[in-house]
């Protein structure tokens, strides 16, 4: 019988993820606790998307985390890990908990009834991580509703291209059920080799409501200080509008609908030099306001 999260494990870092984590456009100072963050999270994930453990036994790992992050136990290493750099800087563990709310819900919950629903979870699975990237480095809240949509919209792409691959291993589905009741189908209909008709129609009609996630996240680099910062975000918005582009049309059950290394490297270039030359031409701080920091 599993008994601790080594065993759960996926072997999967951040350098597969589909959009940049902690890239070098992080300043160093900075990196080593993102990633620690991304550690726990990705810990999370694999326990509450693996494929044998049960649930009660994958509820009661990720209630392990939830303690020792908050200092209770130290039944779990990258828990432990996370605890001991945020103390350091003085961070707060909240959106680490937040977080494990969502993969809790991953064990319990398979379907959203709509995108209010979806949303919800976005709360606790998406917005807690631009939130903690913005806490490390010092940025204002004010950039959290900008934030929150970022995240949130990468969250949906996700969603959107692994949807046929969460239905077939975890009976999961992240599109709302809405989505597929005006479009005359049920979620059986991810199932398939190839996505009929109705379902294309499903996955467009969620991606042009994501399309208008991303349009209130464009701001989001424009709003933070620091450069470095700025430029990853810029990167991420630009691979995020391509991608959920791509599924407006194409069919994820049967086509690429991710980046290959060359397409990201271009759209990432393209990106990095908008940001930096929007930010080099920008007014000057008014006196009082502190310079940015590179």
């Not at 136990?73 to 680490?96: F, K, N, Y």
């Not at 991710?258 to 031409?281: I, Q, T």
Request: positive net charge; contains cysteine; aromatic residues 6%.
């Amino acid at each position: 019988m599993m008994t601790n999260a080594d065993q759960l494990r996926s072997g999967k870092s951040h350098r597969d993820e589909n959009f940049p984590v902690a890239s070098r456009l992080i300043h160093p100072r900075h990196r080593d606790v993102i990633l620690a963050f991304y550690r726990f999270a990705r810990t999370a994930d694999d326990i509450a998307d693996h494929a044998t453990a049960g649930p009660e036994e994958k509820l009661c790992l990720l209630e392990d985390m939830r303690r020792t992050v908050l200092g209770e136990t130290d039944a779990e290493p990258t828990a432990v890990v996370l605890r001991a750099i945020m103390a350091a800087r003085g961070l707060s563990p909240q959106h680490a908990v937040d977080l494990l709310v969502a993969f809790s819900r991953d064990v319990t919950k398979l379907r959203y009834g709509d995108w209010d629903d979806l949303m919800d979870y976005c709360c606790y699975s998406a917005m807690p991580v631009g939130r903690f990237v913005l806490d490390v480095h010092g940025e204002a809240r004010t950039a959290w509703p900008a934030s929150d949509a970022l995240c949130s919209a990468l969250q949906v792409v996700n969603h959107l291209q692994d949807c046929g691959k969460d239905y077939r291993n975890l009976d999961r589905v992240y599109i709302p059920l809405d989505a597929f009741a005006s479009a005359g189908i049920g979620p059986e209909a991810l199932g398939e080799a190839r996505a009929s008709p109705a379902l294309l129609g499903a996955i467009a009609a969620v991606a042009k409501r994501n399309t208008i996630l991303l349009m209130r996240a464009k701001p989001f680099a424009g709003q933070i200080r620091d450069c470095r910062l700025a430029l990853e975000v810029g990167v991420i918005q630009r691979l995020a509008e391509d991608l959920n582009r791509r599924l407006l049309d194409r069919d994820p059950l049967s086509e690429r609908v991710h980046h290959r290394k060359s397409e990201a490297v271009g759209l990432a270039l393209s990106a990095a030099a908008r940001v930096f030359g929007r930010r080099l031409w920008r007014k000057p701080a008014r006196p009082g306001i502190a310079e940015e920091r590179l």
